[in-house]
């Protein structure tokens, strides 16, 4: 067990998602509670637990939420972003399989605190069964006469409404949620006006990773000053890590903050796939930059260690790659990835993505040319800070990560025509 | 469409006041689950029934990967192609399904019953490769398994395969 | 009142403006493709980035169209960073664009071509083909669109969301093969005011199929005129050809005395940026057959005896009506009351109705009266009659749109019109008169806004100006 857990803290059974199970683990008494609490006094509490946003910018959850005061009269809408679209992220598909009562819980009391009598859970259009889970725990809870309804002993209403996506990684931006709400193509918007402030149909909209949400329970049952016992002083509370590729146990774990990188890869994940050497690590989803094994051996699982080596946690999908790896046709992947994900509003990513995508295309068909590796950071660097959203910027970072650490790879292949590794992308038995 | 009306009524209702425009995407996907597909009279109906303009059903139509204006085999198989399942045999699951069925990625086999697609990544990085078999997702798959669903739907008869 | 500096200078913001809004009312220009003063900020060309100062002496760069104004801000326009950032940029927008200057309609007055001067000026970076797509859809009867010059700014789909609300056009697909496509509902073939997203479109890819190919923009010269195509009286110019630039192939000639297209005037009080669909067909409107000389019943009459003919039937007229043309100028107007208003009884007359599947009116600029210059004979002549009086011995007609059978059995016709017509013959005598291309003048709108209009051509030989003519159809047989 990498730390204390939170989330992860029951044994998952064939009925652990059950609104009977969830009540008997102590589900909803935490609800109980929280209506008793003045809103503002949840947002402070949350806001003084330091949580910090699990949808990959590690936003603090309280400030977003301090923007928008719940005001009589006014109407917020509060949506749970579970497009996990991310590659290399599967933790927030956890949480709906397994724990989708906590989220229903987590939702009713966020709504609470801010003012909103409708949420949403925005769930990628792909996903089966945790779509057929949370959909059956909100249905259950509006039998039990938690939602749809004053809460028993409260006048507080909420009604949440599963909102299927349709096949877009935009979709896990929160402008482009919204717009997907909207019934319209799914463009992401310009800031200003923020979201809190003209969202969803234009009213203030706060939109919550479903792992953020997660934590509003726990938060609340035992109070900011407990929660911050677990992980550090910067990085307080716990992180759902997906960890995959080439190592011996994939899934998800929950992993305390200020755990060691190193321990968890080897102990807690079992190590390498087939044993082999580690190579590097994609940190937390293909967005954020890869660092070598060499460059985590003394880091742990923290913000404050992870980004000052240059990387970050992002939304704790980690990408485990052993040696033998060709970085060339990895990158491939990636382009090919953000190319066809792009919603084509903005020149910069639009014209960009295609442009890294057959650049790299052409690399792989051994009619690269050495100006391409600049031209490649010249195309990352144009999309950073430049565009609507941080799609542009997050195809730069992986790019950007890549060609830092493997630029040998390229020159190779553009030279040789054929890669350094011969085009392995897997990890041999 | 007509007929799905009474089901759209019902969705209404969860849905707050002024949220009409909402329900072009849910439509979509219900219209799709009835029909295969959405046809140009779904869309004529669909903007009557909400009152959007019809360029508006046909942006959201054009845009969204898992929305389609044609029928496609009886069993879509959808194989992820992205990082963690490229680095977990995905590549070798598309060959061999492209032999199999004897298309290529994007088709549709001659007799109907099969359209083998690759898709991005679907959340499922852990127990890679992932394939959804129309709405299902099968996971850790392996030459064997694939065969197993391929066979399953063949001789029409339901595979368990899953995780 | 926020107060900002924008290189270097101070300036005074209305509060909620943009900097871009706020520059553009000092006189201060940032460039951009996809914004537009009428429409709403998608912000996606990424071409108008300014810097702004931060207080550590940095400096941070983003886009001018959504930046609201702050007080005591400070914005660079062009900055070392802005110009490398605009140079990106403008890489990106041309890296697929086609190099079509050469047999592109837009070349001379295309932004793209101006901005890829001003901030890059080089050849493309690129070692990759462009890409490619439709380089001739019918987008409409009346627009052809080049996907490949498109660069996604949606101006155009805008339009029809925001201003025309046709809903006739949209973005579909996404990423790099996003395209824009008009509904199939066909609304946009429908929408009275489509061509202005000719005007809109910032590059080629948008293109009036009857302009197609006609002219270099630079052959062309644009005189100011007024729309006669409703008591709207949009503002718009005429573009024809330069007197260097004339074809000079005696069999192309025809086309040097023609408008070769029509384009918006901005006038905030009546208009706005828009014409309808009408204004740009004013060359075919205003370009039909001439009546090319004057006629006694039908048959050719040398020109100062039929002048001579009409005077004479004017003066010894008893009962003589006038059928004024809502065409005329308040000039001509002027002249006419000046020589003939006191003789004559005064009916009014609309030389054109709507034509079946025209717009009658809407709530953006169309209006009934297909006429521009109804409130002009308002307030020049006064209220006139409905019908020409059952005892009329003359009747003086002027102008399009008059039902022969009107005239009293036994009464005289004097007919002046500009154009070839059936009814020409039906006159004792026909005299052929000016356009309003032909001289100045102004029409007075709906609203009693007055607008003028310039020359484009010199009338053909043989054709009166009306506002002359009247003064040598009063007077008892003095003056030419």
Same mark, same amino acid.
Request: glycine share 10%; charged share 25%.
């Given at each position: 067990?990498?730390?204390?857990?939170?989330?992860?803290?029951?044994?998952?059974?064939?009925?652990?998602?059950?609104?009977?199970?969830?009540?008997?683990?102590?589900?909803?008494?935490?609800?109980?509670?929280?209506?008793?609490?003045?809103?503002?006094?949840?947002?402070?509490?949350?806001?003084?637990?330091?949580?910090?946003?699990?949808?990959?910018?590690?936003?603090?959850?309280?400030?977003?939420?301090?923007?928008?005061?719940?005001?009589?009269?006014?109407?917020?809408?509060?949506?749970?972003?579970?497009?996990?679209?991310?590659?290399?992220?599967?933790?927030?598909?956890?949480?709906?399989?397994?724990?989708?009562?906590?989220?229903?819980?987590?939702?009713?009391?966020?709504?609470?605190?801010?003012?909103?009598?409708?949420?949403?859970?925005?769930?990628?259009?792909?996903?089966?069964?945790?779509?057929?889970?949370?959909?059956?725990?909100?249905?259950?809870?509006?039998?039990?006469?938690?939602?749809?309804?004053?809460?028993?002993?409260?006048?507080?209403?909420?009604?949440?409404?599963?909102?299927?996506?349709?096949?877009?990684?935009?979709?896990?931006?929160?402008?482009?949620?919204?717009?997907?709400?909207?019934?319209?193509?799914?463009?992401?918007?310009?800031?200003?006006?923020?979201?809190?402030?003209?969202?969803?149909?234009?009213?203030?909209?706060?939109?919550?990773?479903?792992?953020?949400?997660?934590?509003?329970?726990?938060?609340?049952?035992?109070?900011?000053?407990?929660?911050?016992?677990?992980?550090?002083?910067?990085?307080?509370?716990?992180?759902?890590?997906?960890?995959?590729?080439?190592?011996?146990?994939?899934?998800?774990?929950?992993?305390?903050?200020?755990?060691?990188?190193?321990?968890?890869?080897?102990?807690?994940?079992?190590?390498?796939?087939?044993?082999?050497?580690?190579?590097?690590?994609?940190?937390?989803?293909?967005?954020?930059?890869?660092?070598?094994?060499?460059?985590?051996?003394?880091?742990?699982?923290?913000?404050?260690?992870?980004?000052?080596?240059?990387?970050?946690?992002?939304?704790?999908?980690?990408?485990?790659?052993?040696?033998?790896?060709?970085?060339?046709?990895?990158?491939?992947?990636?382009?090919?990835?953000?190319?066809?994900?792009?919603?084509?509003?903005?020149?910069?990513?639009?014209?960009?993505?295609?442009?890294?995508?057959?650049?790299?295309?052409?690399?792989?068909?051994?009619?690269?040319?050495?100006?391409?590796?600049?031209?490649?950071?010249?195309?990352?660097?144009?999309?950073?800070?430049?565009?609507?959203?941080?799609?542009?910027?997050?195809?730069?970072?992986?790019?950007?990560?890549?060609?830092?650490?493997?630029?040998?790879?390229?020159?190779?292949?553009?030279?040789?025509?054929?890669?350094?590794?011969?085009?392995?992308?897997?990890?041999?038995? | 469409? %007509?007929?799905?009306?009474?089901?759209?009524?019902?969705?209404?209702?969860?849905?707050?006041?002024?949220?009409?425009?909402?329900? @072009?995407?849910?439509?979509?996907?219900?219209?799709?689950?009835?029909?295969?597909?959405?046809?140009?009279?779904?869309?004529?109906?669909?903007?009557?029934?909400?009152?959007?303009?019809?360029?508006? @059903?046909?942006?959201?139509?054009?845009?969204?990967?898992?929305? %389609?204006?044609?029928?496609?085999?009886?069993?879509?198989?959808?194989?992820? %192609?992205?990082?963690?399942?490229?680095?977990?045999?995905?590549?070798?699951?598309?060959?061999?399904?492209?032999?199999?069925?004897? @298309?290529?990625?994007?088709?549709?086999?001659?007799?109907?019953?099969?359209?083998?697609?690759? *898709?991005?990544?679907?959340?499922?990085?852990?127990?890679?490769?992932? *394939?959804?078999?129309?709405?299902?997702?099968?996971?850790?798959?392996?030459?064997?398994?694939?065969? %197993?669903?391929?066979?399953?739907?063949?001789?029409?008869?339901? @595979?368990?395969?899953?995780? | 009142?926020?107060?900002?500096?924008?290189?270097?200078?101070?300036?005074?913001?209305?509060?909620?403006?943009?900097?871009?809004?706020?520059?553009?009312?000092?006189?201060?220009?940032?460039?951009?493709?996809?914004?537009?003063?009428?429409?709403?900020?998608?912000?996606?060309?990424?071409?108008?980035?300014? #810097?702004?100062? &931060?207080?550590?002496?940095?400096?941070?760069?983003?886009?001018?169209?959504?930046?609201?104004?702050?007080?005591?801000?400070?914005?660079?326009?062009?900055?070392?960073?802005?110009?490398?950032?605009?140079?990106? !940029?403008?890489?990106?927008?041309? /890296?697929?664009?086609?190099?079509?200057?050469?047999?592109?309609?837009?070349?001379?007055?295309?932004?793209?071509?101006?901005?890829?001067?001003?901030?890059?000026?080089?050849?493309?970076?690129?070692?990759?083909?462009?890409?490619?797509?439709?380089?001739?859809?019918?987008?409409?009867?009346?627009?052809?669109?080049?996907?490949?010059?498109?660069?996604?700014? !949606?101006?155009?789909?805008?339009?029809?969301?925001?201003?025309?609300?046709?809903?006739?056009?949209?973005?579909?697909?996404?990423?790099?093969?996003?395209? $824009?496509?008009?509904?199939?509902?066909?609304?946009?073939?429908?929408?009275?005011?489509?061509?202005?997203?000719?005007?809109?479109?910032? $590059?080629?890819?948008?293109?009036?199929?009857?302009?197609?190919?006609?002219? +270099?923009?630079?052959?062309?010269?644009?005189?100011?005129?007024?729309?006669? #195509?409703?008591?709207?009286?949009?503002?718009?110019?005429?573009?024809?050809?330069?007197?260097?630039?004339?074809?000079?192939?005696? +069999?192309?000639?025809?086309?040097?005395?023609?408008?070769?297209?029509?384009?918006?005037?901005?006038?905030?009080?009546?208009?706005?940026?828009?014409?309808?669909?009408?204004?740009?067909?004013?060359?075919?409107?205003?370009? +039909?057959?001439?009546? =090319?000389?004057?006629?006694?019943?039908?048959?050719? =009459?040398? /020109?100062?005896?039929?002048?001579?003919?009409?005077?004479?039937?004017?003066?010894?007229?008893?009962?003589?009506? =006038?059928?004024?043309?809502?065409?005329?100028?308040?000039?001509?107007?002027?002249?006419?009351?000046?020589?003939?208003?006191?003789?004559?009884?005064?009916?009014?007359?609309?030389?054109?109705?709507?034509?079946? #599947?025209?717009?009658?009116?809407?709530?953006?600029?169309?209006?009934?009266?297909?006429?521009?210059?109804?409130?002009? $004979?308002? =307030?020049?002549?006064?209220?006139?009659?409905?019908?020409?009086?059952?005892?009329?011995?003359?009747?003086?007609?002027?102008?399009?749109?008059?039902?022969?059978?009107?005239?009293?059995?036994?009464?005289?016709?004097?007919?002046?019109?500009?154009?070839?017509?059936?009814?020409?013959?039906?006159?004792?005598?026909?005299?052929? $008169?000016?356009?309003?291309? &032909?001289?100045?003048?102004?029409?007075?709108?709906?609203?009693?806004?007055?607008?003028?209009?310039?020359?484009?051509?010199?009338?053909?030989? #043989?054709?009166?100006?009306?506002?002359?003519?009247?003064?040598?159809?009063?007077?008892?047989?003095?003056?030419?």
């Amino acid at each position: 067990m990498p730390g204390r857990q939170l989330i992860m803290n029951f044994e998952v059974t064939p009925t652990s998602h059950t609104f009977a199970d969830y009540k008997a683990r102590g589900g909803y008494e935490t609800l109980g509670k929280a209506l008793a609490m003045a809103p503002a006094d949840i947002t402070k509490e949350v806001t003084a637990s330091g949580l910090l946003g699990h949808g990959g910018a590690a936003f603090p959850v309280g400030r977003k939420w301090g923007v928008m005061k719940p005001n009589p009269g006014e109407i917020h809408y509060l949506c749970a972003n579970a497009d996990e679209g991310e590659p290399g992220t599967f933790k927030d598909r956890w949480i709906l399989e397994h724990a989708p009562h906590l989220l229903v819980e987590s939702m009713l009391i966020t709504s609470y605190a801010l003012g909103v009598r409708h949420a949403f859970v925005y769930i990628r259009g792909e996903f089966d069964l945790p779509y057929r889970r949370i959909q059956a725990a909100i249905d259950e809870a509006y039998a039990a006469g938690l939602l749809g309804k004053p809460v028993p002993g409260s006048d507080f209403t909420l009604d949440i409404v599963v909102y299927r996506g349709a096949g877009s990684y935009v979709c896990g931006e929160a402008s482009g949620l919204i717009t997907s709400i909207e019934g319209r193509k799914p463009y992401p918007r310009n800031r200003p006006p923020r979201l809190t402030v003209k969202g969803l149909f234009q009213k203030p909209t706060v939109i919550n990773n479903v792992e953020s949400l997660a934590n509003i329970t726990g938060i609340i049952r035992m109070g900011a000053e407990e929660f911050r016992k677990v992980g550090t002083a910067k990085s307080p509370g716990t992180q759902l890590i997906s960890i995959s590729g080439h190592i011996a146990k994939p899934g998800v774990y929950e992993v305390e903050y200020g755990y060691s990188w190193a321990k968890f890869l080897d102990e807690d994940c079992g190590g390498m796939l087939h044993g082999a050497k580690m190579k590097c690590v994609v940190p937390g989803g293909i967005s954020t930059k890869v660092l070598t094994r060499a460059e985590i051996e003394n880091l742990t699982l923290s913000h404050e260690s992870v980004n000052p080596a240059g990387s970050g946690l992002g939304s704790g999908g980690m990408i485990v790659i052993a040696e033998g790896t060709c970085m060339v046709r990895l990158l491939q992947v990636l382009l090919r990835f953000y190319h066809h994900e792009s919603c084509g509003q903005c020149t910069p990513c639009r014209e960009g993505m295609g442009w890294m995508h057959r650049i790299i295309d052409r690399i792989l068909a051994g009619e690269g040319l050495p100006e391409d590796i600049d031209r490649l950071y010249a195309i990352s660097h144009a999309n950073d800070g430049t565009t609507i959203c941080g799609m542009g910027d997050a195809a730069g970072f992986a790019t950007v990560g890549i060609l830092n650490k493997f630029r040998d790879e390229f020159e190779y292949f553009i030279a040789n025509k054929r890669s350094k590794m011969d085009g392995r992308l897997e990890c041999p038995a | 469409m %007509r007929h799905l009306i009474p089901e759209f009524e019902k969705m209404k209702e969860r849905f707050p006041a002024g949220f009409e425009e909402s329900l @072009v995407l849910p439509c979509l996907h219900r219209i799709q689950a009835d029909r295969g597909f959405v046809a140009d009279e779904d869309i004529v109906a669909l903007c009557e029934y909400l009152k959007v303009p019809r360029i508006q @059903v046909e942006e959201v139509l054009s845009y969204y990967t898992m929305l %389609r204006r044609e029928g496609i085999g009886k069993t879509h198989l959808q194989v992820c %192609r992205n990082i963690a399942c490229s680095m977990r045999g995905a590549e070798g699951v598309i060959e061999h399904a492209c032999k199999r069925l004897g @298309v290529k990625p994007g088709a549709t086999t001659a007799d109907g019953k099969f359209t083998l697609s690759t *898709v991005e990544c679907l959340g499922s990085c852990g127990t890679a490769p992932v *394939v959804m078999v129309n709405d299902a997702y099968h996971e850790n798959i392996t030459l064997e398994t694939l065969d %197993r669903i391929i066979d399953g739907v063949v001789e029409e008869r339901a @595979v368990e395969i899953k995780k | 009142m926020p107060r900002l500096s924008i290189d270097g200078r101070e300036i005074e913001a209305k509060a909620g403006q943009t900097v871009m809004q706020a520059a553009r009312d000092n006189g201060i220009f940032i460039p951009y493709f996809c914004w537009h003063p009428n429409l709403s900020v998608p912000g996606n060309c990424r071409i108008c980035v300014v #810097g702004v100062a &931060e207080k550590d002496g940095g400096e941070w760069v983003e886009i001018a169209c959504n930046m609201p104004v702050a007080e005591g801000m400070v914005v660079f326009t062009a900055s070392e960073k802005v110009k490398a950032r605009r140079k990106a !940029t403008m890489e990106f927008i041309t /890296l697929n664009h086609p190099v079509d200057c050469g047999i592109c309609d837009k070349a001379g007055e295309c932004t793209l071509q101006d901005y890829h001067f001003e901030y890059n000026g080089e050849r493309s970076v690129s070692r990759d083909a462009k890409t490619h797509a439709t380089k001739h859809f019918d987008l409409s009867d009346r627009i052809v669109l080049d996907n490949e010059r498109c660069i996604q700014c !949606t101006r155009c789909v805008r339009f029809t969301r925001e201003i025309s609300k046709s809903n006739g056009l949209g973005m579909l697909d996404r990423g790099d093969h996003s395209i $824009v496509r008009p509904s199939a509902d066909g609304s946009f073939a429908t929408d009275a005011y489509s061509d202005n997203v000719i005007d809109l479109c910032p $590059v080629g890819a948008l293109l009036a199929k009857d302009f197609l190919h006609q002219a +270099r923009v630079w052959y062309l010269k644009a005189t100011p005129s007024v729309c006669p #195509g409703c008591e709207r009286g949009c503002g718009v110019n005429l573009w024809h050809r330069k007197d260097e630039w004339m074809l000079r192939s005696p +069999r192309q000639a025809a086309r040097n005395e023609g408008i070769d297209r029509v384009t918006p005037i901005e006038n905030p009080a009546v208009n706005g940026p828009w014409v309808c669909n009408k204004a740009r067909d004013l060359p075919k409107l205003l370009g +039909r057959t001439r009546a =090319a000389g004057a006629m006694f019943k039908g048959a050719p =009459a040398p /020109l100062e005896a039929a002048v001579l003919e009409a005077r004479t039937l004017i003066t010894e007229a008893k009962r003589p009506a =006038a059928v004024i043309s809502s065409w005329a100028s308040n000039e001509e107007l002027a002249a006419f009351k000046a020589a003939l208003g006191a003789r004559f009884a005064l009916v009014g007359k609309r030389d054109h109705e709507p034509q079946p #599947g025209e717009v009658v009116q809407d709530d953006l600029l169309i209006r009934a009266d297909k006429n521009p210059n109804a409130a002009g $004979v308002r =307030a020049v002549l006064g209220e006139c009659a409905a019908q020409v009086p059952g005892d009329a011995d003359l009747v003086l007609v002027w102008g399009e749109g008059f039902d022969f059978r009107a005239v009293p059995a036994g009464a005289k016709i004097v007919f002046l019109n500009a154009f070839l017509a059936p009814e020409n013959g039906h006159a004792d005598v026909f005299l052929p $008169v000016s356009i309003q291309t &032909e001289r100045s003048g102004h029409y007075t709108n709906f609203a009693g806004v007055t607008s003028r209009f310039e020359p484009c051509f010199a009338p053909a030989a #043989g054709v009166l100006h009306a506002e002359a003519l009247f003064g040598s159809l009063a007077g008892n047989g003095r003056g030419a």
